[in-house]
């Protein structure tokens, strides 16, 4: 009851351990004794000491809300504040995920291929879903990657994501962490300052896919000079031509009086791999932008024959200005504290109602918007739905894609071996081949397909809760 202090949800949570500690706040392990799912909660503290720390919680809780994918962790409960005006502390509730690809990398030295390749196929079937929301993580590495001992990513950790509108130059502050910049794409080494477009998450992936592969970092830089030569080592002094669109200058001037290297061949450096994966990294770490393919094109590459499939790759229609306006304005602390009030609210429905009918309703606030999916239909094809008619069409399309989504391929279940139930393994380690099978059935996730609908009312559905924010484990 110390934890959580003035929260009327307390009851609700029978907590276990703490389970992680740090300058935000702590993370506790719990059972939700209304459903009987252990969960994790964690609790933020003094949200709005800084106003950038509370816009990067308002920016990532709502991402959540809107992007709903079986690859992307999602939201299950913000607990209620005793105050609409005076809190300062959220405890955000998310479900339990034993470890993460950081994790997962270490404690495992016997991958297959087809975990190379399971791995990989799911990182690009996210990505393609968050770049057709116009949304770009900008922090994608082993760390912010959850996982589960049954072969499952889940990605995390949108505080530094942004969304792109095509109206507003998107020029953008980054933060320079060092561990993120292993992962870092080279024209944004050194770059403080930089526009950005969705090719720098699929450097980021290229980078997580031949650490899955090698056990290791592939560039893990001192610095940003230590950074660029470690990528010229394997890929080569960039041409001229290359090296003249890096948009950082200082690192455009190292590289032109860089001596000349030559490529290492990539099945030197990785052995082992899939000649097929090989040549699909070749393009992921292509030093030039203009060679990366999206990732729409990456996930039909011929290294994902077999396993592609479009029922499983839904869309997501791009999400709208109206939804981070408080990005796009100088917003004052009670204005985010208003915003993160109202995305509490979203997980205690009938109180949102009354707070959108009420009188105290402010004209900060956005309407309320929820995302359209779609499993085949492009996002600027997507039709409107105007009818119940056509809603409830479109939650019996998105449940089966999803479902479909998180099926195994079924080429790799004919090959691999039928697992019997297996014992809980320790954090990060993988248990069994990629096929999840118990009592020759697959397995499936306890994620509850669903679909929201862009309105400015309730839908008619309430959308039960579901979340994970970012670094549980490493925090």
Known sequence: MDFFSEYGDANRFKIQEVVGKGSYGVVCSAIDTQTGEKVVIKKIHDIFEHLSDAARILREIKLL?????????????IMLPPSRRDFKDIYVVFELVESDLHQVIKANDDLTREHYQFFLYQLLRALKYIHTAN???????????????????????????????????????????????????????????????????IWSIGCIFAEVLTGKPLFPGKNVVHQLDLMTDLLGTPSLDT???????????????????????????????DPLGLRLLQRLLAFDPKDWPTSKEAIVDPYFKGMAKVEREPYCQP???????????????????ELIFREILEYHPQLLKDYMNGPERTNFL?????????????????????????????????SKSSREAEAIPLHLSRTLQVQQRIPPAKPGKIVGPVALYENGTIMKDSYDPRTFIRSTGLPTRVCPPCIFLSQIWHS
Request: include cysteine.
């Open 319 to 337: 999400i709208t200005k109206m939804e981070f306006e408080f990005e796009r304005r100088r917003v004052l602390k009670d204005d985010i504290q």
């Open 243 to 273: 090296i003249s669109r890096v948009r950082n200058e200082k690192a455009r001037r190292y590289l032109t009086s860089m001596r000349k290297k030559q490529p290492i061949p990539f099945e030197q450096k990785f052995p082992n791999a």
């Open 135 to 201: 949304v770009y993580h900008r922090d994608l590495k082993p760390k912010n990657i959850l996982a589960n001992a049954n072969c499952k990513l889940k990605i995390c950790d949108f505080g530094l994501a942004r969304v792109e509108f095509h109206d507003t130059p998107m020029t953008i502050f980054w933060t320079d962490y060092v561990a993120t910049r292993w992962y870092r794409a080279p024209e944004l080494c050194g770059s403080f300052f930089s526009k950005y477009t969705p090719a720098i998450d």
């Open 366 to 398: 956005y309407p309320r918007s929820t995302i359209v999916h779609s499993n085949t239909i492009a996002p600027k094809e997507q039709p409107s739905l105007k009818c119940l008619k056509e809603r409830q069409n479109a939650e019996v399309a998105y």
């Open 65 to 77: 809300r809107l992007l709903r994918h079986p690859d992307i962790v999602e939201i299950k409960h």
